[in-house]
C-alpha cells in the first residue's frame, strides 16, 4: 500500500536562540541565553516547501499566531496549514532552583497540532517527516529515511544516537506514521500541561516517551537514520561541517543506521526518579 507522503514544518518565522558552534561555549542555560539571536526562517521554509513538493510530497505548516499574516499571505506554499494560539503555554522551566527560558511545551503543541491537521486532510494513515522550521536538509536524503518505514510497522526514524548519553535523543526532525508521531506529540504536549513531562531538556522528553509508548506497543522500532543527512543538515543558516570541524572525540560517540535496543525492565518512571536503570544500547 501506498501511504501520502507529508513533510510537516514547524516553529516561528523567527527563531532565536543559538547556533551549532556557539552553544559549545555556553553548557549553562542561563548563560546560553546571552549568546541568543534571531534567524529569519522564512527563506528557508520557502525552499523547503518547493523541493520537498516536487519530490512528491505535500506540506503542512503549523505556525505560531504572532506569523499569521505572513503564513496566510503565502499559504501557496502549503497543502494545509494550521495556525496556532500558544499564548497560554508555558515559556520557561525551574533547573537547579532557577527559572530558564524553554519552549518545549510550544514546540510539542505545534507538531501535534500540525498532526492533527494532516489527519484530517488525509486520514489516519500517512508518512510524516516532521522538521523544525529553522532546520534544513537535503531533501532527497529524508525522502530515502522515510522510505524505511513501512506502513503498518510503527518504525520511527530519529537523526540519530550519541553514546556517551543514550536517553539524549536530537528533536530537530523525526520521520514515522501518522497514527504513531500524533500519538507522541499528544502525549509530550498533556505531560508538560499536567506539569508531568519527564525532564527540563525536550531531547530526554522525546526519549523516554519512545520507550514508554514502545514498552506499550504504540511505536515499533526505533532506528537511526544515516550520517548521509546528518551532515547535511543547516540549523540557523549554520551548516554542520562547521561544527564537524571542532567536534573533535565528541563526533565519534554518535550512532548512524542503527536500532535503539532497549532491555526488558527499563523503567522510565524510575529513570525520572533517577534511579539507575539497565543500560541502553
Same mark, same amino acid.
Given at each position: 500500500m501506498t501511504l501520502p507522503k507529508v513533510l510537516l514544518l514547524h516553529g516561528p518565522l523567527n527563531s532565536v536562540?543559538?547556533?551549532?558552534?556557539? #552553544?559549545?561555549?555556553?553548557?549553562?542555560?542561563?548563560?546560553? =541565553?546571552?549568546?541568543?539571536?534571531? &534567524?529569519?526562517?522564512? #527563506?528557508?521554509i520557502i525552499a523547503l516547501s518547493v523541493t520537498f513538493r516536487a519530490l512528491g510530497f505535500k506540506i503542512c505548516y503549523s505556525g505560531w499566531n504572532e506569523d499569521r499574516a505572513w503564513l496566510e499571505a503565502n499559504s501557496g506554499l502549503f497543502d494545509n496549514l494550521v495556525i496556532v494560539d500558544q499564548s497560554g503555554l508555558k515559556e520557561?522551566? %525551574?533547573?537547579?532552583?532557577?527559572?530558564?527560558?524553554?519552549? =518545549?511545551? =510550544? &514546540? !510539542?503543541?505545534?507538531?501535534?497540532?500540525?498532526?492533527?491537521?494532516?489527519?484530517?486532510?488525509?486520514?489516519?494513515? +500517512?508518512?510524516? &517527516?516532521?522538521?523544525?522550521?529553522?532546520? +534544513?536538509?537535503?531533501?532527497? $536524503?529524508?525522502?530515502?529515511?522515510?522510505d524505511k518505514v513501512h506502513p503498518g510497522s510503527g518504525r520511527l526514524m530519529i537523526e540519530y544516537l550519541n553514546a556517551a548519553n543514550m536517553l539524549a535523543v536530537p528533536d530537530f526532525m523525526l520521520a514515522g506514521e501518522l497514527r504513531v508521531m500524533k500519538t507522541i506529540y499528544g502525549d509530550m504536549f498533556q505531560r508538560s500541561r499536567a506539569g508531568e513531562d519527564f525532564h527540563i531538556s525536550s531531547h530526554i522528553d522525546h526519549s523516554l516517551t519512545y520507550i514508554l509508548l514502545q514498552q506499550a506497543g $504504540?511505536?515499533?522500532?526505533?532506528?537511526? %537514520?544515516?550520517?548521509? $543527512?546528518?551532515?547535511? %543538515?543547516?540549523?540557523?543558516?549554520?551548516?554542520? !561541517?562547521?561544527? #564537524?570541524?571542532?567536534?573533535?572525540?565528541?563526533?565519534? #560517540?554518535?550512532? &548512524?543506521?542503527?536500532?535503539?535496543?532497549?532491555?526488558?525492565?527499563?523503567?522510565?518512571?524510575?529513570?525520572?526518579?533517577?534511579?539507575?536503570?539497565?543500560?541502553?544500547s
Open positions: 536562540g543559538t547556533n551549532l558552534i556557539v #552553544q559549545r561555549f555556553y553548557p549553562d542555560p542561563v548563560e546560553r =541565553k546571552r549568546s541568543w539571536a534571531a &534567524f529569519n526562517c522564512e #527563506q528557508n520557561e522551566s %525551574m533547573f537547579v532552583g532557577r527559572a530558564v527560558p524553554n519552549n =518545549k511545551e =510550544k &514546540f !510539542y503543541y505545534s507538531a501535534w497540532q500540525g498532526l492533527c491537521e494532516i489527519e484530517r486532510a488525509t486520514g489516519s494513515d +500517512a508518512l510524516v &517527516f516532521r522538521l523544525r522550521s529553522d532546520i +534544513a536538509v537535503r531533501p532527497d $536524503l529524508a525522502a530515502a529515511e522515510l $504504540l511505536v515499533g522500532e526505533i532506528q537511526c %537514520m544515516g550520517r548521509l $543527512l546528518y551532515d547535511s %543538515m543547516v540549523w540557523r543558516g549554520i551548516p554542520r !561541517y562547521f561544527e #564537524q570541524t571542532v567536534a573533535g572525540a565528541d563526533a565519534q #560517540q554518535l550512532v &548512524f543506521d542503527a536500532l535503539l535496543a532497549v532491555p526488558p525492565g527499563f523503567d522510565v518512571h524510575a529513570q525520572v526518579r533517577g534511579a539507575a536503570p539497565p543500560a541502553v
